[in-house]
C-alpha cells in the first residue's frame, strides 16, 4: 500500500473559506457598532407597502402590463428571458418567490426591474441582500444607468457608509444593496448599519442573493442568512421576499421556500436545467495528471481557446501547475510568456490578485489556475473553457463553477481530472469530518446554553404560598418563559474545540427545533467592569443612581462576599439585565452614561466603564428537566450526524457520477467531444437537483467502505501503535479520540492548530485514507489504556 506522503498544512480550508473571505463577515465591526449605537426601544415595523397590482380574483398573477415591458425597454432589453416575466409579475403582485437559474441567466433583472416601477410609482426603496462585499461596488456600477442605487457594507468608512444612508433617507435612490451582516449586526433599529424603519422610506420589497446560504441543508448554510428574513419582516415590515439562488436542489429549494414563507406551489418561479445546454462536458481518469493537462490545452477542443480557468483545491498547487503551463506550452502561441499562465488565490496580495483578474478580464491572460476564490461574482461573458485539476467538493460547487463559463450563450468546453485512486474524495472527506463533533461535546454546550434557572422553585413557593393546587396538566407546563444569556465565544472556543461557525450552527440547530429551543440574538459583549477612581465611596455613589449596579452589589452580598472593599466590578450584564428584567441596551446605556455623568461640583465622576468579551447571544430555557436536556443532546448529536452523512453521500455520489461517465484517458476527448457522454452527465446532474429527497439528510445508509480501497483492519497494528507512539511524545498534553483522529486526518482545529501539529509530519494527515469514525474508536481505546 502507497500511505499519502504527509505534507504540510493542509491549505484546503482556507481556500474553502477563500470564498468566505469575500463575504462580509467583519463581526468584529458589528460588535463596535453594537457598542455606538445602543439598540433603544424597538418601535412597531411599518405597515407592508401595498404591491403594484392586485391579484385577479380567483387569485391569480394579473397578465403582464404594457408599463412593464416599456419598463423592461427602459432598463435596455428588448424582451424577457424565461422566468425573468414570471418572477418580475410576481413581485409586483406582492408575492414571495424563488428563482432558480443557472448562473447568467438574467436573476438581476428579477428584482431591478420591480425596483424600478415600485419607485415608479412612490417613494421607496429596495433592499438588495448580496454576501458578495467585494463586489459589491462592481454590481452598483453594472446597473441599468436608470437604476439609482447605493450600498453599504463592512468595508465602507463610516462617512462614507452615512453617505449613502443619508441617500437612501433623502430618496435619491430606490436600490440599496447590503451584506447580510450590515442588515442584521447590531445598531440603530438592531438592524445592522440601517437608520430605523421608521426614517427609511418604505420597502418595497427585499430580495435575498445566493439565497441557498438561508438552507441548514444547502452546501452553503449561513446562521446570519435565517436572522435575515426575521430581522426584514420584524423590524422593517417586508412582507414580500425574493430568493435567487443558481445552485439548489429541489429539497433545498423547498427549505428556502419555507423560509421565505411562500406557500403556493407557484412560489419557486423558475427552476432551470442544472447545467446550460451550451456546456460541453467531458471527463478523464489519468495518472499522468500534468502531460494530461499539457496535452488537454494543446489539442483542438482547449488549444484555440482564449478565456480559460484552471481550479485546483491547494494554493501551492495553482502557482506550481501555471509554472508547468508556462513552461509546456511556451511558442505553441506567439504571444508573451505572462499571456499563457497565471495562478489566482486568496493568499496574494490584493494589488497581486487585482492584477490577474483585470489581465484575464480584458484578455491579456489566457489562463488563470485559481483556487475556487476566483469567479465568484466574475462578469465575463466570454470565458470558453473551465477545468478541474482536482474534483470539486459537490455537484452544487461543480455546477457553480462551470457555470462561468460560456455565459454569452456560445458553446464553452469544460473538463474534469478525476483522480483514479480517490485521492481528491479522501482529501474533500477530512473537511466534512472537520465538522462533527462528538456526543460529549454536544452536552457541554448544551449544559452551557441550558444553565439551571429559579423559575421552577419561585413558581412552587407562590403557589404553596397561596394554596393552589394546580391541575395535573399544568404541572407538567413550561414555567420558565426563556432568560437571556450570553457565553463568551473565545472561551466556549478554547472550551470545547470547535470553531466559532461550528457553534453558531449548533446554536441555529437549536433555534430551527420545532420547540424552538433557543432564540439567536446578534453577538454582544458580555462582560462589564467598572472602575472607580475615588475608590469604594464612589461606589457607593453610584449605586444610587445606576439600579444595575445596586443589583450587581446586592447580589454579591447575599451570596456572602464582602463588597464593602470594593472599588471595581466585574460582572456579565447580560445575566444582570436578564435578572432585572430590563432590556440589555437600556442597562449598557445606563452604566455607559455613568461615565459621562458629572457630580454637582460639575466634575466627571470619575469612573471607567469598559465592555469585553464578544459573546454568543440567545434566549433560552432555564427548566429543562435532566431527561429534556438528554432528548436536546440527542437531537444535536443526531442532527450532527445526518448531516455528516448527508455530506459523504453527497461527495460519494459526486464521485460515483463523475467515474461512470468518465474516460481512462484525456487522449480520448482532447480533440472530440463525446457527446453521448457529456450529456449523460448533465442527466445525472439534472436527476441529482431535481429528485426530491426526504429532508435531504434522511438518506438511506449507503455503503462508503467499497471507496475505502484500504480496510482498517489490516492496518489496525501499525495505527495503534502510532496512537501510542504519538502519546507517549506528548504526555503533557490532554487529547480526545477525536483529536488524535482528526491529527492523524490533517485537520486542524482551535486547540491543536494545523501550524503546530501540522509540523510533525510523522502524525499528520498519516492516515488519510482511513475511516475517520473507526479512527476515532482505535485513539480513544488507546488513549484509555495509555491512562
Ligand atoms: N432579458 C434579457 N435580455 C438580454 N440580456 C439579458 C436579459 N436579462 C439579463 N441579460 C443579460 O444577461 C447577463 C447575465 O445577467 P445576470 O448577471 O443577471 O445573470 P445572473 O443569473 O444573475 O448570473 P450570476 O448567477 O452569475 O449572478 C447580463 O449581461 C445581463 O445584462
Redesign the pocket.
Known amino acids: 500500500m502507497r500511505l499519502c506522503v504527509p505534507v504540510a498544512a493542509s491549505t484546503f480550508k482556507e481556500e474553502q473559506n477563500d470564498q468566505e473571505k469575500e463575504v462580509d463577515s467583519k463581526r468584529k465591526d458589528e460588535v463596535l457598532l453594537n457598542v455606538i449605537r445602543p439598540d433603544y426601544e424597538r418601535p412597531p415595523p411599518p405597515p407592508p407597502m401595498e404591491p403594484l397590482y392586485e391579484l385577479t380574483e380567483d387569485g391569480k398573477v394579473q397578465e403582464t402590463h404594457e408599463d412593464v415591458y416599456s419598463a ?1 425597454r427602459d432598463l ?6 424565461p422566468g ?1 416575466e414570471e418572477a418580475i409579475m410576481r413581485i409586483l403582485s406582492g408575492l414571495s418567490t424563488l428563482v432558480v ?10 428584482y ?1 426591474l420591480p425596483a424600478y416601477l415600485y419607485a415608479q410609482r412612490s417613494k421607496c426603496i429596495t433592499l438588495v441582500i448580496s454576501p458578495l462585499v467585494s463586489l459589491m461596488d462592481d454590481q452598483l456600477s ?1 446597473l441599468p444607468a436608470k437604476l439609482k442605487a447605493a450600498c453599504i457594507h463592512s468595508n465602507m468608512t463610516m462617512k462614507q457608509r452615512e453617505a449613502a444612508i443619508e441617500k437612501v433617507k433623502s430618496g435619491q435612490v430606490c436600490l440599496l444593496l447590503l451584506s447580510p451582516e450590515a442588515l442584521v449586526g447590531g445598531g440603530g433599529s438592531g438592524s445592522g448599519c440601517l437608520p430605523s424603519a421608521q426614517e427609511l422610506p418604505p420597502v418595497a420589497f427585499a430580495c435575498i ?1 445566493e439565497a441557498h446560504c438561508v438552507s441548514e441543508w444547502s452546501h452553503n448554510f449561513r446562521p446570519c442568512y435565517l436572522r435575515l428574513c426575521k430581522v426584514l419582516r420584524e423590524r422593517l415590515g417586508v412582507r414580500c421576499l425574493l430568493g ?1 439562488t ?1 445552485t439548489a436542489t429541489l429539497s433545498t429549494a423547498l427549505d428556502i421556500a419555507k423560509h421565505l414563507e411562500i406557500s403556493d406551489q407557484a412560489g419557486i418561479a423558475v427552476r432551470s436545467a442544472a447545467v446550460p445546454p451550451n456546456l460541453n462536458l467531458s471527463v478523464s481518469t489519468d495518472r499522468e495528471k500534468d502531460q494530461a493537462l499539457v496535452s488537454l490545452l494543446k489539442g483542438d477542443r482547449f488549444g484555440c481557446l482564449d478565456s480559460i480557468i484552471v481550479y485546483c483545491t491547494r494554493r501551492e498547487e495553482t502557482v506550481r501547475v501555471a509554472a508547468l503551463l508556462r513552461t509546456c506550452l511556451q511558442g505553441k502561441i506567439r504571444k508573451p510568456l505572462k499571456w499563457q499562465a497565471e495562478s489566482y488565490h486568496a493568499g496574494l496580495s490584493g494589488s497581486e490578485r487585482r492584477r490577474v483578474q483585470n489581465n484575464f478580464m480584458c484578455g491579456e491572460l489566457r489562463i488563470v489556475v485559481a483556487t475556487v476564490a476566483f469567479g465568484m ?3 465575463k ?1 466570454d470565458v470558453r473553457g473551465i477545468i478541474h485539476y482536482n474534483m470539486p467538493k459537490s455537484f452544487e460547487s461543480y455546477v457553480q463553477e462551470i ?2 463559463a460560456g ?1 454569452d450563450g456560445e458553446p464553452a468546453h469544460c473538463h474534469l481530472f478525476l483522480d483514479p485512486e480517490g485521492g481528491d474524495l479522501h482529501e474533500l472527506r477530512r473537511h466534512i469530518y472537520a465538522d462533527t463533533v462528538d456526543y460529549y461535546t454536544v452536552k457541554r454546550l448544551v449544559q452551557k446554553v441550558f444553565p439551571a434557572c429559579k423559575c421552577k422553585q419561585i413558581h412552587q413557593k407562590q403557589q404553596e404560598l397561596f394554596k393552589v393546587t394546580p391541575p395535573s396538566s399544568v404541572c407538567e407546563e413550561r414555567v420558565c418563559h426563556t432568560h437571556e444569556r450570553a457565553i463568551p465565544i473565545q472561551e466556549t472556543i478554547e472550551a470545547l474545540d470547535i470553531t466559532e461557525e461550528g457553534v453558531e450552527t449548533l446554536l441555529c440547530y437549536l433555534e430551527l427545533h420545532p420547540q424552538r429551543f433557543v432564540e439567536l440574538l446578534h453577538p454582544t459583549l458580555s462582560v462589564c467592569k467598572v472602575s472607580c477612581y475615588d475608590g469604594l465611596r464612589q461606589l457607593q455613589k453610584i449605586t444610587k443612581i445606576c439600579p444595575p449596579i445596586a443589583v450587581v452589589l446586592a447580589r454579591r452580598r447575599m451570596a456572602g462576599e464582602r463588597v464593602e472593599q470594593c472599588d471595581q466590578l466585574e460582572f456579565d450584564v447580560v445575566e444582570v439585565a436578564d435578572t432585572m428584567g430590563w432590556q440589555l441596551p437600556l442597562v449598557k446605556r445606563g452604566l455607559r452614561q455613568l461615565q459621562w455623568s458629572t457630580d454637582r461640583g460639575g466634575n466627571g465622576l470619575g469612573v471607567l466603564v469598559e465592555f469585553s468579551s464578544p459573546s454568543f447571544y440567545f434566549r433560552s430555557y432555564g427548566d429543562l428537566s435532566d431527561e429534556e436536556i438528554d432528548r436536546v443532546c440527542q437531537f444535536l448529536h443526531k442532527r450532527v450526524q445526518d448531516q455528516e452523512r448527508t455530506q459523504l453521500y453527497q461527495l460519494t455520489a459526486c464521485f460515483k457520477a463523475f467515474k461512470s461517465v468518465a474516460f481512462c484517458s484525456v487522449l480520448s476527448c482532447v480533440d472530440d467531444l463525446d457527446e453521448s457522454r457529456s450529456l449523460q452527465l448533465k442527466s445525472l446532474l439534472s436527476e441529482y437537483f431535481d429528485k426530491r429527497r426526504d429532508g435531504d439528510h434522511a438518506l438511506k445508509p449507503f455503503d462508503l467502505e467499497e471507496l475505502d480501497k484500504y480496510k482498517l483492519l489490516d492496518w489496525e497494528d501499525q495505527i495503534r501503535a502510532d496512537i501510542r507512539s504519538f502519546l507517549s511524545n506528548r504526555s503533557d498534553e490532554k487529547f480526545s479520540g477525536r483529536a488524535v483522529a482528526r491529527i492523524f486526518h490533517g485537520i486542524g482545529s482551535p486547540c491543536y492548530p494545523a501550524q503546530t501539529y501540522g509540523k510533525d509530519r510523522r502524525y499528520w494527515r498519516k492516515y488519510i485514507q482511513f475511516d475517520f469514525n473507526q479512527l476515532i474508536r482505535l485513539a480513544t481505546q488507546e488513549i484509555i489504556r495509555f491512562k
Do not use: E
Not at 435596455?76 to 428571458?81: P, T, V
Open positions: 423592461l435596455g432589453y428588448q424582451s424577457f428571458r425573468q437559474l443557472s448562473t447568467g441567466m438574467g436573476k438581476s433583472l428579477c431591478q453594472g442573493d435567487l443558481a461574482g466574475l462578469d461573458s457555470g462561468r455565459r
